[in-house]
Every structure is written in structure tokens, then in C-alpha cells.
């Protein structure tokens, strides 16, 4: 048998899709996926509305380089501590209220922002917007998998992650058009107004779903494995090189994400040279890129599962390489001048550093026992966001003493790009979802 490869199940072995309580449910399954893809894509719109209305605000308020990245990284300040506790009320709060109320304090943060403010009260209002938006995405995975058999997770999960992609994809020629109509104040009312829509929806349709076991299959074509224990040490489970290595994965791919949506808009428009306009157009295109791309490789995931080929291939190394050669194109087009191509290798690097989120989280949830996922995914998440709090301030820093502002976010791409290389390929062999779900099997047994 080839390596990486496993033998098909038999035509006797239960699919976990199979029962009727599951065919029951599949229909509002996908209506709570849409609604999990609308508040990932609000969360991302939140994200990158300081990024667009950069210039203004910085005009407006008299900041500096150094000061707005303040701003930028402030958002991650509690990102963590509300990633952990979202996590641990995520096993204790029906996903309908506690989304519904995460949701609510997004609005709450964004509103005040509509009137004149002062640098002290944006950064408030971003420490704020940053704790409630800390377990969205921890959430709306442990809520999505709740709806769907370990085998056919890995697409959902991409759907859920490419609402990052489509968030800023809209928000960006939007909200460009309402700073530049009226003002950057407006935009942030429609993003708050937005938010309470969601909110309402929410409460109306969404909720978690019946899938109370992690699900053994891995995949289309994977065997029957031992089912994980209901519990594990959180020390052991993080022990597990799997989950080393995804944390470091996520970690870089996040400071990408997080300097994409701090700094892409200004780097345009001041290291580059673009009007406005054009630059909040040209900010679109990334996340267009990236919201295909997650989607295309979470079927790809599924589909070379379904072939049978292992986790260790589909949730792994095909994640960990996807980053890495982001992480390539994102030297590559900081050492190139204004043009078709470094544009083309900037959109590529997005693509491909988005791309395999759902795949790897799919991965997580074969290591992760189900009723520790909302916590694992929660202690996860707030590890990563770290990215997102060092990565805008040393762009910042490096914008403010670079000879000239193309210069510095130069310098601070070609550090990303090469930190990012370097993690993902540790990560690349250090995960094996597999390998460590049979070890925590194993010592479950001994225990």
C-alpha cells in the first residue's frame, strides 16, 4: 500500500451520516453555517475598517505611524483573554445566547466611534471590540463541527473561515465609498447597525447541533479509528506535536492576516502611491482571492481524504505549505517595485496563506475531543492572536524609521515573509493528526 495512504472502509461500516436524526438536521445545518460565514465575515469587516479609514483618521487626529499602530495592535490587547473565556463559557452558554451577546458587545464598541472621538477612546473602543471578537472564531468552528460528522468537516470549516475572506471583500469598496461620500465617523454606524441585524438573525435561526461526538472518521474514504477519549489533560493535548505545530502555523499565518488588515490599505495608498480609491478596490482583491482559495482547498482537503490519502497529507502538510509559500511570495513581492507583478505576488501570498485554515482546523478537531474543542480551540486562538499584537507594532515601528515610507513596510514584509517560512516549515513536520489521536487513545487506555 502506498505511504500515506489507507484502505477504504467497507460497504458494512457505518457513515456517521447516515442515521435519520441526521438527515433531519442536514437542511439547518447549512442555514447555521450561513449564519456562522455572516458573523466571521461582520468580524472581518470590524477588523479591517481601521485600515481603511487610516489616512483620514490619522489626518483628523494629528497620529503618527507609531501611534496608529497602537490603534492596530490595541484590538489584540484582550483578543486572548476573551479567546480563553469565550472557550470555557463556550461548554457552559447555549451557542445561541452567547453568540448572540458577542455579538452585541461588537456593536457596542463600534458605536461610539460614529461620533468625534480622541486616541484614547478609539483605542478603548478597539481593546473592547478585540475581547468580544476574541472567540468567534474558536466558536464558530466548535459550533460548526457540532453540525456536521468528522468526515465531512474539512468544507465547512473552509466555509466558515472564508467569511474573513468576503468581510473585508465587501467592506472594503463599501466602506471606502461611505469615508469618502461622508466620512470614516459613518462608517463605523454601518458597521455597528449591520452588527445589531446580525444579532436579531441570530437569535431567530442559529444554534449548535447534535453531532455530540467528535466523530471518528477522518475523512471520505479514511477507516474506522478508536474514538477519543471524552477528556484530556489540556497539558497533554497541547503537548502534542500536532498541536505545537498548528499553533505555530497559525501564529504566523495570523500576523499575515493581521498586518493585511492593519496596514494593507496604507501601504497602498502611502508606500505605493495609490489614490484612495483605487487602493480600497486594490484591498479587495486579496480577500476575493482568499475567500475562493480557502474554499477550493477545503475541497481539495476532502476530496484527497476521500482518495485515501492520510491526515498527516490533507490536514497537515498541505496547510503547512500552503504558508509556506505564502510566506515566499511575501518577500518576493516586498523586493519589488510598483507594478502588475509585485500586485499579482501580494494577491497570491493572501491566497495562499488564507487557504488552509478550514483544512487545518479540521485537523485540530480529529486531536481534540468534543467536549474540550470549545476550550482547546478558545487557548488556540488566544496563542495565535499574539501574532496579530506584534505583528502590526513592528510594522509600525519599522514604517516610522524606514528612510522613506516604502522602504520601511519593505523592511517589514521581507521579516514577515521570512518568519513565516521558517514556522510553517516546522509545522509541516511536527503535525499528524492521526499519529497523536491514536497516542492520546492509548494513553487513555493506560490511564
Same mark, same amino acid.
Given at each position: ?6 484502505s477504504?472502509p ?41 485600515g ?15 501611534q ?52 484614547t ?58 469615508i ?37 472518521g ?62 480600497? !478596490?486594490? =484591498?479587495?482583491?486579496?480577500? $476575493?482571492? +482568499? #475567500?475562493?482559495? /480557502?474554499? &477550493? ?9 476521500k482518495?485515501?490519502?492520510? !491526515?498527516? =497529507?490533507?490536514?497537515?502538510? $498541505?496547510p +503547512? #505549505?500552503?504558508? /509556506?509559500? &505564502?510566506?515566499?511570495c ?17 494577491? $497570491?501570498? +493572501? ?9 487545518a ?87
Amino acid at each position: 500500500m502506498p505511504v500515506g495512504q489507507q484502505s477504504p472502509p467497507s460497504d458494512t461500516t457505518p457513515r456517521p451520516d447516515a442515521s435519520p436524526s441526521s438527515t433531519r438536521s442536514r437542511g439547518r445545518a447549512w442555514i447555521v453555517l450561513a449564519l456562522l460565514f455572516c458573523l466571521v465575515l461582520i468580524n472581518f469587516a470590524d477588523k479591517v475598517i481601521v485600515g481603511l479609514s487610516g489616512v483620514e483618521m490619522k489626518s483628523e487626529l494629528g497620529l503618527d505611524d507609531a501611534q496608529f499602530g497602537i490603534i492596530q495592535s490595541s484590538f489584540f490587547w484582550l483578543f486572548a483573554v476573551g479567546s480563553i473565556l469565550g472557550g470555557w463559557l463556550g461548554g457552559k452558554i447555549r451557542a445561541r445566547w452567547l453568540f448572540a451577546g458577542i455579538a452585541t458587545l461588537w456593536a457596542i464598541s463600534l458605536a461610539p466611534m460614529a461620533a468625534q472621538v480622541g486616541f484614547t477612546t478609539i483605542v478603548a473602543c478597539r481593546v473592547l471590540l478585540g475581547f468580544a471578537e476574541g472567540p468567534t472564531t474558536a466558536l464558530a468552528m466548535q459550533v460548526a463541527h457540532s453540525w456536521f460528522p468528522a468526515h465531512k468537516r474539512a468544507v465547512p470549516s473552509s466555509i466558515v473561515v472564508a467569511g474573513a475572506g468576503v468581510g473585508p471583500l465587501i467592506a472594503a469598496p463599501v466602506l471606502t465609498w461611505v469615508i469618502t461620500e461622508y466620512s470614516w465617523h459613518a462608517a463605523f454606524g454601518v458597521l455597528a447597525a449591520f452588527g445589531m441585524v446580525i444579532v436579531v438573525v441570530w437569535l431567530l435561526l442559529g444554534d449548535s447541533g447534535p453531532e455530540g461526538e467528535p466523530g471518528t472518521g477522518s475523512g471520505d474514504g479514511a477507516v474506522h479509528q478508536p474514538t477519543l477519549p471524552d477528556r484530556v489533560p489540556l497539558g497533554r493535548l497541547f503537548g502534542t506535536k500536532t498541536l505545537i505545530g498548528m499553533m505555530l502555523l497559525f501564529f504566523v499565518a495570523y500576523a499575515c492576516t493581521s498586518v493585511k488588515v492593519s496596514w494593507l490599505p496604507l501601504y497602498l495608498e502611502e508606500g505605493l502611491g495609490y489614490d484612495d480609491t483605487t487602493a480600497g !478596490n486594490l =484591498v479587495a482583491l486579496p480577500y $476575493l482571492g +482568499s #475567500a475562493l482559495a /480557502i474554499i &477550493s482547498v477545503g475541497l481539495l482537503s476532502r476530496s484527497m481524504t476521500k482518495r485515501g490519502m492520510s !491526515n498527516r =497529507v490533507t490536514r497537515g502538510i $498541505l496547510p +503547512s #505549505a500552503m504558508v /509556506i509559500a &505564502s510566506g515566499l511570495c511575501t518577500m518576493a513581492f516586498s523586493a519589488l517595485e510598483r507594478g502588475h507583478w509585485q500586485m499579482a505576488l501580494l494577491i $497570491l501570498s +493572501s491566497c495562499l496563506n488564507s487557504a488552509g485554515y478550514g483544512a487545518a482546523f479540521a485537523g485540530l478537531a480529529d486531536v481534540i475531543p468534543a467536549k474540550q474543542r470549545s476550550m482547546a480551540f478558545g487557548i488556540l486562538t488566544a496563542v495565535y492572536s499574539l501574532g496579530g499584537v506584534i505583528a502590526p507594532v513592528v510594522i509600525g515601528r519599522l514604517v516610522a524609521s524606514g528612510e522613506t515610507a516604502a522602504a520601511g513596510y519593505g523592511d517589514g514584509f521581507m521579516l514577515l515573509g521570512a518568519v513565516m517560512t521558517v514556522a510553517a516549515t516546522a509545522a509541516l513536520f511536527l503535525t499528524s493528526p492521526d499519529r497523536d489521536a491514536a497516542k492520546l487513545v492509548r494513553i487513555a487506555a493506560k490511564d
